[in-house]
């Protein structure tokens, strides 16, 4: 007689089709059982004293056998939604990046300015290689002689900057002292440190008088401000304050 009795039914962990427990390939999706165990193709485990009754494990692993699963379904629907065009390009070959060319031009102007220099200390005799470092020598010389050269004519022009502001501050002190600064005339003014080395701006000075006439013309010795300004007919010993102060 032939056997009625159920077979027990699970399902495959790829597909999730209906699949008998003690099967070894997957009728649905053709894929292979064999490395799972019965426990793992069971969905609904029925216990009775601690078994089950579909595929006989004592000791369930439901969490761990789902998660499983789980993972290959997973795994399967993105094998079979692969495109076509994507497959063909996971199969081909790796594209292997291009290197970046380089140029070549740097490289042969650069031979064509260091090979010749190369070239000249080789055929130098010890005597010329002597000279050569003298030469050198002597223009690194001339170069900081050139650069103290201009750095003392940069001072100087400063100093003949500040002497000529330093004069014009002198003559407005002098026009300070005046009774008509508008009618001032100057001659000779220059720029003295005299003996004592303090600036003073030293010259001659004439203006009109209370009458409205040019008393003439004075020496005079300003120090850039009202109260350092010395004329000559207003200080006694006029003489020995020039001497001092404005002697070149």
């Given at each position: 007689?032939?056997?009625?009795?159920?077979k027990?039914?699970?399902?495959?962990?790829?597909?999730?089709?209906?699949?008998?427990?003690?099967?070894?390939?997957?009728?649905?999706?053709?894929?292979?059982?064999?490395?799972?165990?019965?426990?793992?193709?069971?969905?609904?485990?029925?216990?009775?004293?601690?078994?089950?009754?579909?595929?006989?494990?004592?000791?369930?692993?439901?969490?761990?056998?789902?998660?499983?699963?789980?993972?290959?379904?997973?795994?399967?629907?993105?094998?079979?939604?692969?495109?076509?065009?994507?497959?063909?390009?996971w199969?081909?070959?790796?594209?292997?990046?291009?290197?970046?060319?380089?140029?070549?031009?740097?490289?042969?102007?650069?031979?064509?300015?260091?090979?010749?220099?190369?070239?000249?200390?080789?055929?130098?005799?010890?005597?010329?290689?002597?000279?050569?470092?003298?030469?050198?020598?002597?223009?690194?010389?001339?170069?900081?002689?050139?650069?103290?050269?201009?750095?003392?004519?940069?001072?100087?022009?400063?100093?003949?900057?500040?002497?000529?502001?330093?004069?014009?501050?002198?003559?407005?002190?002098?026009?300070?002292?005046?009774?008509?600064?508008?009618?001032?005339?100057?001659?000779?003014?220059?720029?003295?440190?005299?003996?004592?080395?303090?600036?003073?701006?030293?010259?001659?000075?004439?203006?009109?008088?209370?009458?409205?006439?040019?008393?003439?013309?004075?020496?005079?010795?300003?120090g850039?401000?009202?109260?350092?300004?010395?004329?000559?007919?207003?200080?006694?010993?006029?003489?020995?304050?020039?001497?001092?102060?404005?002697?070149?």
């Amino acid at each position: 007689m032939p056997d009625n009795t159920p077979k027990p039914m699970g399902s495959c962990p790829y597909c999730a089709e209906e699949i008998s427990l003690e099967a070894y390939l997957c009728k649905h999706c053709e894929s292979s059982l064999s490395s799972f165990p019965k426990e793992a193709l069971c969905v609904n485990h029925k216990y009775e004293l601690g078994k089950c009754l579909k595929c006989g494990v004592t000791s369930p692993n439901a969490p761990k056998y789902k998660a499983m699963r789980q993972e290959l379904r997973v795994k399967k629907a993105a094998e079979n939604s692969t495109p076509p065009e994507a497959s063909v390009i996971w199969s081909a070959k790796p594209v292997i990046p291009q290197k970046k060319k380089r140029r070549i031009w740097p490289w042969i102007l650069g031979a064509f300015v260091v090979l010749p220099i190369f070239a000249g200390y080789r055929d130098l005799t010890p005597a010329e290689m002597v000279a050569r470092e003298q030469h050198k020598a002597e223009r690194a010389t001339e170069k900081v002689k050139e650069e103290q050269e201009s750095t003392a004519k940069k001072a100087a022009r400063d100093n003949e900057v500040k002497e000529i502001v330093w004069v014009e501050k002198g003559k407005d002190a002098v026009k300070a002292r005046l009774k008509d600064s508008d009618s001032a005339q100057f001659k000779d003014v220059y720029f003295s440190r005299g003996k004592d080395n303090i600036p003073m701006t030293c010259g001659q000075v004439n203006s009109k008088n209370s009458f409205g006439g040019f008393a003439g013309f004075q020496h005079f010795v300003s120090g850039g401000s009202s109260d350092l300004t010395f004329l000559e007919t207003e200080t006694e010993d006029f003489a020995k304050v020039w001497n001092r102060l404005c002697t070149k």
